[in-house]
């Protein structure tokens, strides 16, 4: 996972800071192209949610 860039989330204590990761909309694992057009900015918890959704939770 690569940390694309990190914007600010508005809270009760002003702004807090939310990591965003670069993701293959299709993922490249299931033929995916490698291209521009193929990422999408999702913050780091929705990242991780799609990509269990894809693939499932792994044990570690």
């Known amino acids: 996972m690569v940390a694309a ?3 600010g989330a508005r809270g009760d204590g002003g702004l807090i800071p ?6 293959h909309a299709g993922p490249l694992a299931t ?6 057009g193929n990422v999408q900015v999702l913050c780091r918890g929705c ?3 799609k990509t269990n959704t894809e693939f ?3 044990v570690s």
Request: hydrophobic share 40%; no cysteine; glycine share 14%.
């Open 18 to 23: 939310v990591p965003l990761d670069a993701d």
């Open 56 to 58: 499932g939770a792994r």
């Open 31 to 36: 033929g995916g192209a490698d291209t521009d």
């Open 47 to 49: 990242h991780q949610l």
């Open 5 to 7: 860039a990190s914007v």
